[in-house]
Protein backbone atom coordinates (compact mmCIF):
# COMPACT_ATOMS: atom_id res chain seq x y z
CA UNK A 1 0.00 0.00 0.00
CA UNK A 2 1.35 3.25 -1.23
CA UNK A 3 1.96 5.94 1.24
CA UNK A 4 2.51 9.59 1.53
CA UNK A 5 5.74 10.61 3.55
CA UNK A 6 4.22 12.26 7.15
CA UNK A 7 4.98 15.72 7.47
CA UNK A 8 7.84 15.40 10.08
CA UNK A 9 10.86 17.02 10.53
CA UNK A 10 11.22 20.53 8.51
CA UNK A 11 13.59 23.62 9.19
CA UNK A 12 14.20 24.98 12.06
CA UNK A 13 11.63 23.23 14.62
CA UNK A 14 8.78 24.18 12.45
CA UNK A 15 8.17 20.59 12.50
CA UNK A 16 7.34 20.03 15.93
CA UNK A 17 4.85 22.97 16.03
CA UNK A 18 3.03 22.12 12.78
CA UNK A 19 2.88 18.50 14.09
CA UNK A 20 1.12 19.91 17.31
CA UNK A 21 -1.88 20.85 14.81
CA UNK A 22 -1.81 17.76 12.84
CA UNK A 23 -4.36 15.35 14.56
CA UNK A 24 -6.11 16.06 10.45
CA UNK A 25 -7.89 14.13 8.41
CA UNK A 26 -7.12 14.09 4.75
CA UNK A 27 -8.93 12.59 1.81
CA UNK A 28 -7.02 10.41 -0.88
CA UNK A 29 -7.09 10.88 -4.93
CA UNK A 30 -9.05 7.69 -4.53
CA UNK A 31 -11.78 9.36 -2.60
CA UNK A 32 -11.49 12.21 -4.77
CA UNK A 33 -12.11 9.90 -7.75
CA UNK A 34 -14.83 8.26 -6.06
CA UNK A 35 -17.11 11.53 -5.01
CA UNK A 36 -16.17 12.48 -9.06
CA UNK A 37 -17.61 8.66 -10.27
CA UNK A 38 -20.39 9.03 -7.93
CA UNK A 39 -21.69 12.98 -8.91
CA UNK A 40 -21.04 11.63 -12.35
CA UNK A 41 -23.46 9.03 -11.71
CA UNK A 42 -26.02 11.55 -10.55
CA UNK A 43 -26.47 13.46 -13.59
CA UNK A 44 -26.28 10.13 -15.46
CA UNK A 45 -29.22 8.65 -13.37
CA UNK A 46 -30.92 11.96 -14.36
CA UNK A 47 -30.52 11.96 -17.79
CA UNK A 48 -31.66 8.76 -18.51
CA UNK A 49 -33.91 7.84 -16.06
CA UNK A 50 -32.20 4.70 -14.72
CA UNK A 51 -32.32 3.76 -11.33
CA UNK A 52 -29.12 1.56 -11.36
CA UNK A 53 -27.20 4.50 -11.75
CA UNK A 54 -28.26 6.38 -8.55
CA UNK A 55 -27.17 3.13 -6.51
CA UNK A 56 -23.60 3.42 -8.29
CA UNK A 57 -23.76 6.81 -7.24
CA UNK A 58 -24.39 6.05 -3.56
CA UNK A 59 -21.96 3.49 -3.47
CA UNK A 60 -19.14 6.10 -4.97
CA UNK A 61 -20.07 8.54 -2.18
CA UNK A 62 -20.69 6.39 0.82
CA UNK A 63 -17.46 4.96 0.29
CA UNK A 64 -15.31 8.26 1.56
CA UNK A 65 -17.53 8.20 3.89
CA UNK A 66 -16.90 4.90 5.14
CA UNK A 67 -13.11 5.89 5.20
CA UNK A 68 -13.45 8.69 7.63
CA UNK A 69 -15.34 7.06 9.64
CA UNK A 70 -12.80 4.22 9.59
CA UNK A 71 -9.65 6.54 10.62
CA UNK A 72 -11.71 8.81 12.89
CA UNK A 73 -12.79 4.85 15.45
CA UNK A 74 -9.59 3.11 14.52
CA UNK A 75 -7.35 6.01 15.37
CA UNK A 76 -3.91 3.83 17.00
CA UNK A 77 -3.33 4.09 20.81
CA UNK A 78 0.13 4.07 21.31
CA UNK A 79 3.03 4.58 24.14
CA UNK A 80 6.32 5.75 22.17
CA UNK A 81 9.70 6.03 24.18
CA UNK A 82 13.13 6.46 22.94
CA UNK A 83 16.60 5.51 23.98
CA UNK A 84 19.88 7.66 22.48
CA UNK A 85 23.31 5.73 22.25
CA UNK A 86 25.38 7.61 23.00
CA UNK A 87 23.19 9.93 25.36
CA UNK A 88 25.32 12.64 25.14
CA UNK A 89 27.20 13.38 21.51
CA UNK A 90 29.43 15.97 20.44
CA UNK A 91 29.10 17.94 17.25
CA UNK A 92 30.33 15.85 14.28
CA UNK A 93 29.08 12.49 15.79
CA UNK A 94 26.36 10.05 15.09
CA UNK A 95 23.41 9.17 17.77
CA UNK A 96 21.51 6.18 17.44
CA UNK A 97 17.96 6.46 18.12
CA UNK A 98 16.27 3.52 19.34
CA UNK A 99 12.40 3.90 19.04
CA UNK A 100 9.97 1.50 21.00
CA UNK A 101 6.37 1.68 20.19
CA UNK A 102 3.62 -0.31 21.95
CA UNK A 103 0.40 -1.16 20.99
CA UNK A 104 -2.49 0.05 24.02
CA UNK A 105 -5.69 -0.36 21.79
CA UNK A 106 -8.43 -3.05 22.28
CA UNK A 107 -7.11 -4.61 18.86
CA UNK A 108 -4.24 -5.01 16.49
CA UNK A 109 -3.14 -1.37 15.16
CA UNK A 110 -3.24 -0.60 11.69
CA UNK A 111 -0.63 -0.83 9.25
CA UNK A 112 1.41 2.75 9.51
CA UNK A 113 4.14 5.22 8.41
CA UNK A 114 5.90 6.95 10.77
CA UNK A 115 8.86 9.11 11.12
CA UNK A 116 10.19 11.18 14.26
CA UNK A 117 9.87 14.86 14.03
CA UNK A 118 13.66 16.57 14.10
CA UNK A 119 14.55 20.17 14.83
CA UNK A 120 16.80 20.11 11.92
CA UNK A 121 16.62 19.10 8.15
CA UNK A 122 18.57 15.63 8.24
CA UNK A 123 16.51 13.44 5.14
CA UNK A 124 15.77 9.75 7.17
CA UNK A 125 13.44 7.38 4.98
CA UNK A 126 9.66 6.81 6.54
CA UNK A 127 9.39 3.71 7.88
CA UNK A 128 5.85 1.19 7.58
CA UNK A 129 5.01 -0.53 10.17
CA UNK A 130 2.92 -3.79 10.00
CA UNK A 131 0.24 -4.26 12.86
CA UNK A 132 1.31 -4.01 16.10
CA UNK A 133 0.10 -6.81 18.68
CA UNK A 134 -1.53 -6.23 21.73
CA UNK A 135 0.03 -5.31 25.14
CA UNK A 136 3.94 -4.27 25.97
CA UNK A 137 5.32 -7.84 25.38
CA UNK A 138 4.57 -7.27 21.55
CA UNK A 139 6.63 -4.00 20.85
CA UNK A 140 8.11 -2.71 17.06
CA UNK A 141 11.31 -1.78 17.80
CA UNK A 142 13.96 0.02 14.99
CA UNK A 143 16.44 2.42 15.03
CA UNK A 144 18.38 4.75 13.17
CA UNK A 145 20.90 7.66 13.20
CA UNK A 146 20.83 10.90 13.66
CA UNK A 147 23.66 13.29 12.67
CA UNK A 148 23.71 16.77 15.11
CA UNK A 149 24.58 19.71 13.15
CA UNK A 150 25.18 22.57 16.31
CA UNK A 151 25.65 21.94 19.58
CA UNK A 152 22.14 22.27 22.14
CA UNK A 153 19.81 20.82 24.05
CA UNK A 154 17.26 19.79 20.92
CA UNK A 155 13.60 17.98 20.98
CA UNK A 156 13.55 15.11 19.39
CA UNK A 157 9.97 13.69 18.26
CA UNK A 158 6.88 13.30 18.27
CA UNK A 159 6.31 10.37 16.76
CA UNK A 160 4.45 10.93 13.80
CA UNK A 161 2.47 8.43 12.51
CA UNK A 162 0.03 8.14 9.42
CA UNK A 163 -2.89 5.30 8.86
CA UNK A 164 -6.03 5.02 6.41
CA UNK A 165 -8.54 2.87 6.32
CA UNK A 166 -8.74 -0.38 4.54
CA UNK A 167 -10.13 1.18 0.95
CA UNK A 168 -7.55 3.97 0.63
CA UNK A 169 -10.08 6.48 0.55
CA UNK A 170 -8.77 8.59 3.96
CA UNK A 171 -5.99 9.00 5.93
CA UNK A 172 -5.00 10.76 9.01
CA UNK A 173 -1.62 11.85 10.51
CA UNK A 174 -1.17 11.86 14.39
CA UNK A 175 1.42 13.25 16.72
CA UNK A 176 2.40 10.72 19.29
CA UNK A 177 4.03 11.21 22.62
CA UNK A 178 5.89 14.11 23.94
CA UNK A 179 9.33 14.94 22.57
CA UNK A 180 12.55 13.71 24.64
CA UNK A 181 15.99 15.85 25.09
CA UNK A 182 18.98 14.82 23.11
CA UNK A 183 22.21 16.82 24.57
CA UNK A 184 24.67 18.25 22.22
CA UNK A 185 27.88 18.98 23.78
CA UNK A 186 30.51 20.75 21.51
CA UNK A 187 32.97 18.99 20.23
CA UNK A 188 35.99 19.02 21.98
CA UNK A 189 40.19 19.79 20.66
CA UNK A 190 42.87 18.18 21.88
CA UNK A 191 45.41 20.59 23.20
CA UNK A 192 48.18 18.37 23.88
CA UNK A 193 50.47 19.33 21.73
CA UNK A 194 52.16 22.82 21.43
CA UNK A 195 50.41 26.22 23.76
CA UNK A 196 51.97 27.49 27.05
CA UNK A 197 54.29 25.37 28.93
CA UNK A 198 52.00 25.50 32.14
CA UNK A 199 55.27 23.94 34.35
CA UNK A 200 58.42 25.79 33.44
CA UNK A 201 59.61 27.99 35.56
CA UNK A 202 59.87 31.44 33.80
CA UNK A 203 57.15 32.63 35.58
CA UNK A 204 54.95 30.80 34.57
CA UNK A 205 52.13 29.47 37.25
CA UNK A 206 53.78 25.77 38.49
CA UNK A 207 51.84 22.67 38.45
CA UNK A 208 51.69 20.35 41.44
CA UNK A 209 50.05 17.31 39.98
CA UNK A 210 47.48 15.89 41.71
CA UNK A 211 47.15 12.37 42.97
CA UNK A 212 43.81 10.39 41.70
CA UNK A 213 43.62 8.62 45.00
CA UNK A 214 43.29 9.76 48.61
CA UNK A 215 42.14 12.89 50.48
CA UNK A 216 43.92 16.25 50.18
CA UNK A 217 46.39 15.62 52.85
CA UNK A 218 49.64 13.29 52.10
CA UNK A 219 50.54 11.37 55.13
CA UNK A 220 54.16 11.39 56.41
CA UNK A 221 55.76 10.10 59.58
CA UNK A 222 57.95 12.24 62.13
CA UNK A 223 58.88 11.33 65.47
CA UNK A 224 56.71 10.98 68.81
CA UNK A 225 56.50 14.46 70.35
CA UNK A 226 54.98 14.47 74.46
CA UNK A 227 51.27 15.39 73.73
CA UNK A 228 50.80 13.44 70.61
CA UNK A 229 47.79 11.35 70.68
CA UNK A 230 48.13 7.56 70.46
CA UNK A 231 45.49 7.23 67.49
CA UNK A 232 48.40 8.67 65.25
CA UNK A 233 51.04 6.42 66.20
CA UNK A 234 52.16 4.96 62.75
CA UNK A 235 52.88 1.49 64.19
CA UNK A 236 54.62 0.13 60.81
CA UNK A 237 56.97 3.11 60.79
CA UNK A 238 57.58 2.91 64.18
CA UNK A 239 58.96 -0.80 63.83
CA UNK A 240 60.95 -0.09 60.98
CA UNK A 241 62.70 3.17 62.65
CA UNK A 242 63.02 1.12 66.28
CA UNK A 243 60.98 4.26 68.11
CA UNK A 244 57.64 5.63 67.86
CA UNK A 245 56.40 7.56 65.15
CA UNK A 246 53.20 9.67 64.85
CA UNK A 247 51.55 10.21 61.43
CA UNK A 248 52.15 14.12 60.30
CA UNK A 249 49.59 16.20 57.57
CA UNK A 250 51.10 17.61 54.91
CA UNK A 251 49.52 20.17 53.16
CA UNK A 252 49.36 19.45 49.47
CA UNK A 253 48.78 22.38 46.45
CA UNK A 254 46.56 22.28 44.22
CA UNK A 255 47.27 24.74 41.23
CA UNK A 256 44.46 26.94 40.30
CA UNK A 257 43.20 28.55 36.84
CA UNK A 258 40.43 30.49 35.82
CA UNK A 259 38.22 30.59 32.74
CA UNK A 260 36.81 34.02 31.97
CA UNK A 261 34.06 33.59 29.10
CA UNK A 262 32.39 36.43 27.78
CA UNK A 263 28.34 35.30 27.48
CA UNK A 264 26.99 38.91 26.95
CA UNK A 265 25.05 39.48 23.80
CA UNK A 266 26.43 42.74 23.02
CA UNK A 267 30.21 40.72 22.78
CA UNK A 268 29.46 39.40 19.88
CA UNK A 269 28.57 41.87 16.57
CA UNK A 270 27.23 38.52 14.44
CA UNK A 271 24.74 37.41 16.78
CA UNK A 272 21.14 36.81 15.17
CA UNK A 273 18.18 35.93 16.25
CA UNK A 274 17.65 31.86 16.91
CA UNK A 275 15.90 30.12 13.99
CA UNK A 276 14.46 27.88 17.49
CA UNK A 277 16.30 24.14 16.53
CA UNK A 278 17.00 24.05 19.85
CA UNK A 279 15.74 24.57 23.63
CA UNK A 280 18.26 27.22 23.92
CA UNK A 281 18.22 31.25 23.29
CA UNK A 282 16.79 33.99 21.40
CA UNK A 283 20.78 34.39 19.92
CA UNK A 284 22.82 32.50 17.75
CA UNK A 285 26.72 33.91 16.82
CA UNK A 286 29.03 31.91 14.74
CA UNK A 287 31.84 33.20 17.17
CA UNK A 288 29.97 32.37 20.25
CA UNK A 289 30.01 28.77 19.04
CA UNK A 290 33.86 28.97 18.70
CA UNK A 291 33.85 30.61 22.16
CA UNK A 292 32.08 27.70 23.60
CA UNK A 293 34.11 25.16 21.46
CA UNK A 294 37.34 26.90 23.26
CA UNK A 295 36.27 26.91 27.18
CA UNK A 296 35.38 23.09 26.36
CA UNK A 297 38.80 21.88 25.33
CA UNK A 298 40.66 24.55 27.89
CA UNK A 299 38.31 23.63 30.55
CA UNK A 300 39.33 19.69 29.75
CA UNK A 301 42.76 20.22 28.90
CA UNK A 302 43.36 22.21 31.95
CA UNK A 303 41.82 19.32 34.64
CA UNK A 304 43.68 17.01 32.62
CA UNK A 305 46.91 18.50 34.12
CA UNK A 306 46.27 18.62 37.53
CA UNK A 307 44.41 22.06 37.69
CA UNK A 308 41.63 23.42 39.67
CA UNK A 309 39.54 25.02 37.14
CA UNK A 310 37.03 27.60 37.97
CA UNK A 311 34.60 29.22 34.85
CA UNK A 312 33.73 32.85 35.30
CA UNK A 313 30.84 34.64 33.18
CA UNK A 314 30.07 38.43 32.30
CA UNK A 315 26.56 37.52 32.28
CA UNK A 316 24.65 35.55 34.83
CA UNK A 317 26.52 31.97 35.65
CA UNK A 318 25.48 28.98 33.51
CA UNK A 319 28.31 26.79 33.25
CA UNK A 320 28.84 24.26 36.16
CA UNK A 321 32.29 23.70 37.46
CA UNK A 322 34.25 20.79 36.96
CA UNK A 323 34.35 18.65 39.48
CA UNK A 324 36.79 17.17 41.91
CA UNK A 325 38.82 14.01 40.83
CA UNK A 326 36.56 12.01 44.08
CA UNK A 327 33.56 13.09 42.16
CA UNK A 328 33.71 10.87 39.07
CA UNK A 329 32.21 11.56 35.87
CA UNK A 330 33.20 15.27 36.90
CA UNK A 331 33.69 16.78 33.56
CA UNK A 332 30.06 15.67 32.33
CA UNK A 333 27.75 18.65 34.09
CA UNK A 334 30.96 20.45 32.70
CA UNK A 335 30.17 19.78 29.23
CA UNK A 336 26.39 19.39 29.63
CA UNK A 337 26.27 23.10 30.95
CA UNK A 338 28.07 24.06 27.62
CA UNK A 339 25.78 21.96 25.29
CA UNK A 340 22.91 24.77 26.45
CA UNK A 341 25.08 27.99 27.29
CA UNK A 342 22.91 30.75 25.58
CA UNK A 343 23.89 34.44 25.02
CA UNK A 344 22.26 36.82 27.76
CA UNK A 345 21.53 40.39 28.24
CA UNK A 346 23.53 41.92 31.51
CA UNK A 347 23.60 45.54 32.35
CA UNK A 348 26.94 47.86 32.26
CA UNK A 349 26.21 48.46 35.99
CA UNK A 350 25.50 44.95 36.58
CA UNK A 351 28.68 43.91 34.98
CA UNK A 352 30.88 46.43 36.91
CA UNK A 353 29.57 45.20 40.24
CA UNK A 354 30.69 42.20 40.29
CA UNK A 355 32.60 40.76 43.17
CA UNK A 356 36.51 40.97 42.39
CA UNK A 357 38.40 37.49 41.72
CA UNK A 358 40.07 34.85 44.19
CA UNK A 359 42.33 32.92 43.55
CA UNK A 360 45.75 32.73 41.79
CA UNK A 361 46.93 31.43 38.70
CA UNK A 362 47.20 31.68 35.05
CA UNK A 363 43.82 33.59 33.75
CA UNK A 364 42.77 32.22 30.31
CA UNK A 365 39.90 35.03 28.92
CA UNK A 366 38.13 33.67 25.93
CA UNK A 367 35.98 36.30 23.86
CA UNK A 368 34.64 37.41 20.74
CA UNK A 369 35.19 41.10 20.07
CA UNK A 370 34.42 42.52 23.71
CA UNK A 371 32.39 46.43 24.56
CA UNK A 372 34.92 48.80 26.71
CA UNK A 373 33.09 47.38 29.93
CA UNK A 374 33.80 43.93 29.32
CA UNK A 375 37.21 45.12 28.89
CA UNK A 376 37.51 47.05 32.03
CA UNK A 377 35.88 43.71 33.86
CA UNK A 378 38.76 41.82 32.10
CA UNK A 379 42.07 43.92 33.14
CA UNK A 380 40.27 43.82 36.73
CA UNK A 381 40.10 40.09 36.86
CA UNK A 382 43.88 39.55 36.11
CA UNK A 383 46.69 40.68 39.35
CA UNK A 384 49.94 41.59 38.68
CA UNK A 385 52.61 39.04 38.28
CA UNK A 386 49.39 36.29 37.17
CA UNK A 387 49.79 34.89 34.05
CA UNK A 388 46.60 35.81 31.18
CA UNK A 389 46.22 34.38 27.90
CA UNK A 390 43.25 36.13 25.76
CA UNK A 391 41.43 34.28 22.72
CA UNK A 392 39.56 36.46 20.61
CA UNK A 393 37.64 35.78 17.74
CA UNK A 394 37.59 38.73 15.01
CA UNK A 395 38.41 41.33 17.73
CA UNK A 396 38.88 44.94 16.92
CA UNK A 397 42.53 46.02 17.09
CA UNK A 398 41.60 48.42 19.63
CA UNK A 399 40.57 46.40 21.97
CA UNK A 400 44.15 43.81 21.60
CA UNK A 401 46.01 47.19 22.17
CA UNK A 402 44.49 47.38 25.34
CA UNK A 403 44.97 43.94 26.86
CA UNK A 404 48.17 43.85 25.50
CA UNK A 405 49.09 47.27 27.12
CA UNK A 406 47.75 45.47 30.68
CA UNK A 407 49.76 42.72 30.20
CA UNK A 408 47.62 39.93 28.21
CA UNK A 409 49.04 37.93 25.77
CA UNK A 410 46.11 38.35 23.32
CA UNK A 411 46.01 35.24 20.14
CA UNK A 412 43.12 36.29 17.41
CA UNK A 413 41.32 33.56 15.69
CA UNK A 414 38.59 32.92 12.84
CA UNK A 415 35.10 31.42 13.90
CA UNK A 416 36.60 28.73 11.58
CA UNK A 417 39.53 28.16 13.50
CA UNK A 418 40.35 25.10 15.27
CA UNK A 419 40.93 26.15 19.09
CA UNK A 420 44.19 23.92 19.12
CA UNK A 421 45.48 26.39 16.60
CA UNK A 422 44.61 28.79 18.43
CA UNK A 423 46.32 27.28 21.92
CA UNK A 424 49.27 26.79 19.59
CA UNK A 425 49.24 30.19 18.58
CA UNK A 426 49.58 31.63 22.33
CA UNK A 427 53.39 29.62 22.72
CA UNK A 428 54.08 31.44 19.79
CA UNK A 429 53.17 34.67 21.39
CA UNK A 430 54.90 34.09 24.49
CA UNK A 431 58.24 32.57 22.50
CA UNK A 432 57.72 28.96 23.88
CA UNK A 433 58.76 26.19 21.82
CA UNK A 434 55.98 23.64 20.09
CA UNK A 435 55.42 19.76 20.94
CA UNK A 436 54.51 17.74 23.45
CA UNK A 437 55.18 17.86 27.33
Not at 138 to 164: C, K, M, N, Q, W
Request: glycine share 10%.
Amino acid sequence: MARRKPTAGGVAGEGTRALRRTRSLRLTWRAGTSIALGVLAVFVGYGTGRREYFVAACLALLLPLVGVAFVRLRRPKLEVSRLFSPPVVAVGGVVQVTVRVTNLGASPSTPLAWDDALPWYEPIATREIGPIGLGRRRPYITSYDLHPPRRGLYAIGPFVAEHEDPFGMATATIAVGKPERLVVVPAVSSLTEGGPNLIDGEGEAHLVQRKVAGNDDDLTTREYRIGDALRRVHWRASARHGELMVRQEEHRSHPDARILVDTRRRGYPDAFTDTGMSWSADWASDAFEWVVRMTASLGLHLELAGFRVAVEETARPQIEPIGDRWEGRRAEGFLTSLAGVQLLDRTVEELAALPPSEGAGPVFAILGDPEDATVDWLIRRRSRGEVGYAFLVNARPAVLERLRDAGWTCVVSDDLDDPADAWRGAANQTGYARGPR
